[in-house]
C-alpha cells in the first residue's frame, strides 16, 4: 500500500486536524470573527475533503457562490455524503480531539462553536493530493460561512 493512498489518507487523524482547523478558520475569519463554525457543520468536512470526487469538484473552484455552482455541476458532491458523514464520525471526533489538544481549536463558551485558536498560517502542507484537500476545506469553510445550517443541510442532502 502507497503510504499517501486514499486508506492511508482517511485514517490519519493530523491531515483530519489540520483540515477542520482550515476549515475553522476560513470560516471564522469571513464571519468577521463575530463567531465560529456551528459544531454539527465540522461533522460534513472531513468525509468531503476525503473524498478524490468531491475534492477534484470544488477544490478549484471561486470562492463567491461556489458552492452552488458545484453542486449543480456535479450532482455526485451530495450522493453518499450521509453516509460517509455517519460511517466517519468517529473518524472527525478523533481529529477534533487532536485539533483541540494541540491547541489549533477551542469551543466557544457554549461548546456550540468551533473556533480557531491559531490563526496565522501554518506551513504548507503539499504531500501527495493534500494541497488539494486543505484547499477543499477551505472553501468550504468560506462557503458553510455564507449560508444558513439549513440551506447547507437541503443543498447537499444531510441531515444532523
Do not use: C
Not at 470573527?33 to 456551528?38: C, D, F, L, N
Not at 477544490?59 to 458545484?70: C, M, Q, T
Not at 450522493?79 to 483541540?100: S, V, Y
Amino acid at each position: 500500500m502507497k503510504p499517501w493512498s486514499e486508506y492511508y489518507v482517511i485514517q490519519n487523524s493530523t491531515l483530519g486536524s489540520l483540515a477542520l482547523w482550515t476549515f475553522a478558520k476560513e470560516f471564522y475569519e469571513n464571519a468577521h470573527k463575530e463567531r465560529g463554525a456551528p459544531l454539527p457543520l465540522t461533522m460534513i468536512v472531513l468525509p468531503m475533503v476525503f473524498h478524490k470526487d468531491t475534492v477534484s469538484s470544488i477544490f478549484g473552484r471561486v470562492f463567491e457562490g461556489g458552492l452552488y455552482r458545484a453542486v449543480g455541476d456535479d450532482r455526485t458532491i451530495s450522493a453518499g455524503l450521509q453516509q460517509r458523514m455517519e460511517a466517519m464520525a468517529d473518524q472527525t471526533f478523533k481529529a477534533l480531539n487532536l485539533a483541540f489538544a494541540a491547541g489549533l481549536l477551542k469551543y466557544d463558551s457554549q461548546m456550540t462553536y468551533v473556533i480557531p485558536v491559531r490563526i496565522s498560517e501554518a506551513s504548507q502542507v503539499n504531500i501527495g493530493g493534500t494541497k488539494e484537500i486543505m484547499s477543499a476545506a477551505r472553501r468550504l469553510g468560506y462557503w458553510f460561512s455564507t449560508i444558513s445550517m439549513e440551506q447547507i443541510s437541503i443543498l447537499l442532502k444531510v441531515r444532523f
